[in-house]
């Protein structure tokens, strides 16, 4: 429930649009036109696999990447109840990289070269896993607000065209549901406890907000590159839409319960009905996309230990006789 | 100098922040292969195809499909099948199927005698 509205795509490095057969690309496109899915060995423009591709991909470094920050306070959660439910929660987000991994490998790229690329910096995650969980509260705001941030992607990336992208989704979502409950349920606590409770949850929603503002990443203009997208469903709504939406849903929850964010000019224009903001340091967002935030460099030695520690094992159990193929669905 | 975390767990795993191996790839085939899942959540329902899990052999993708599709809620069952020994259609082929909806001779709707019947009665009343 991790992946993010932004999905890095480095304007220098990119390919031009390839020309595609005509008859099979009006094929292609009458079939999403009609709501139907598109399968992996289906025939598909060679855009429309990279695009997935590196959009599966990098939500599934999401999932695995954010099993750190939140993973931070397991040995030190509050009472038995909160610490199962936050492993449960971690085990989760480790189980939706398996899925999204195998959902991207359908298209061509195995686990293996997805996993190199993380590691050696190549493929993006999102941001905001590269921020630091000071506190227990950073596990309430990071499983409330980050997980619904997610979801209002996640469900509407659910509805695109590619059909186990969808399958993945659909039982991602199923399970986010139960970690934005219990991370509103954290939150509430913190924010109804002690004073000290209190202080430490607005001193967390202080630091995350702006992490959250860049988590559908910066303002989309309607290229025709986008346009292309959203026509074969592999980009569902815009970055702006989504954000507008998350606000809608959840900035009411925070300020019900008498919690501030720490932006002045937030408020909801009665007349346009959108959302107004102070807009986030984009210049900060590309700086941490680069590598350069505050946990960049610790997230991937971690992600980089655990590969080289877990070598032997892997190759210890594997059989002379084994044969790769690419999983079905 | 070895990592300094907020997680007291990574701290203990004593990774060299410096130290970067940029030789360290994973090869080809290093994580196994991958095996389709079946999980039935009830007796008497059918297994459903949930997933893919990759492992070393069939013992130990039953016990990552159990980690991976049984976690919560109810299951009875898992089946996991090696993908290799799956033979699929092509999709392009699906036209072999084209016709099948219109075999309405294989279909209880394609057997409409009530309109007979209806008329053998009023033609006997009006005898």
Not at chain 1, 3 to 31: C, N, S, T, W
Not at chain 2, 24 to 47: D, S
Not at chain 2, 82 to 102: G, K, Q
Request: a neutral charge; proline letters at 5%.
């Amino acid at each position: 429930m991790y992946g993010g509205g932004y999905i890095h795509d480095d304007q220098k490095k990119k390919p031009e649009m390839q020309a595609e057969d005509p008859v099979l690309l009006a094929e292609f496109e009458a079939r999403i036109a009609r709501g139907e899915k598109i399968e992996p060995r289906d025939w598909m423009p060679a855009d429309y696999r990279r695009q997935l591709i590196r959009m599966i991909e990098q939500h599934a470094h999401s999932e695995i990447i954010g099993a750190l920050p939140e993973g931070t306070w397991i040995t030190r959660a509050p009472g038995f109840r909160r610490k199962l439910a936050l492993m449960a929660k971690v085990q989760d987000e480790v189980g939706h990289a398996q899925l999204l991994y195998s959902a991207a490998e359908t298209l061509g790229k195995s686990r293996e070269d997805m996993i190199n690329d993380l590691i050696n910096g190549k493929s993006k995650y999102s941001n905001v896993f590269n921020y630091p969980a000071k506190t227990w509260a950073d596990v309430a705001v990071i499983g409330f607000l980050i997980d619904a941030a997610a979801i209002v992607n996640q469900v509407a990336n659910s509805k695109g065209s590619y059909g186990p992208y969808c399958r993945a989704l659909e039982r991602i979502c199923y399970e986010e549901s139960f970690h934005l409950k219990q991370g509103h349920s954290v939150f509430v606590y913190l924010a109804t406890g002690t004073p000290t409770q209190r202080a430490m949850v607005q001193d967390a929603l202080n630091r995350w907000w702006q992490p959250i503002m860049h988590f559908f990443g910066p303002s989309d203009k309607m290229s025709q590159h986008t346009e292309t997208l959203m026509r074969w469903k592999v980009k569902m709504a815009s970055n702006d839409d989504m954000r507008q939406q998350f606000l809608s849903m959840y900035v009411p929850k925070i300020w019900e319960i008498g919690l501030t964010l720490p932006d002045p000019n937030l408020k909801k224009n009665p007349e346009t009905n959108q959302w107004e903001f102070t807009e986030p340091d984009w210049n900060e967002f590309y700086e941490v996309i680069k590598g350069n935030g505050p946990c960049n460099a610790e997230r991937l030695a971690v992600r980089r230990a655990s590969e080289e520690r877990g070598a032997w094992v892997r190759a210890a159990l594997k059989r002379a006789d084994q044969h790769y193929v690419t999983p079905l669905a | 100098m070895n990592i300094q975390s907020l997680d007291p767990r990574i701290t203990r795993l004593g990774i060299d922040a410096e130290e970067k191996n940029p030789d360290q790839t994973l090869q080809r085939e290093e994580h196994w292969e991958t095996y389709q899942v079946f999980h039935q959540k009830k007796r008497g329902e059918k297994h459903s195809s949930v997933g893919v899990v990759h492992a070393p052999n069939a013992e130990m993708a039953l016990l990552f499909a159990k980690e991976q599709y049984a976690r919560r809620g109810e299951t009875v069952n898992l089946w996991i099948v090696n993908t290799r020994d799956v033979l699929a259609m092509n999709y392009d082929d699906y036209d072999v199927f084209s016709t099948t909806p219109e075999k309405m001779y294989r279909d209880p709707a394609g057997y409409k005698v009530n309109d007979k019947i209806a008329a053998y009665k009023k033609a006997q009343l009006d005898v």
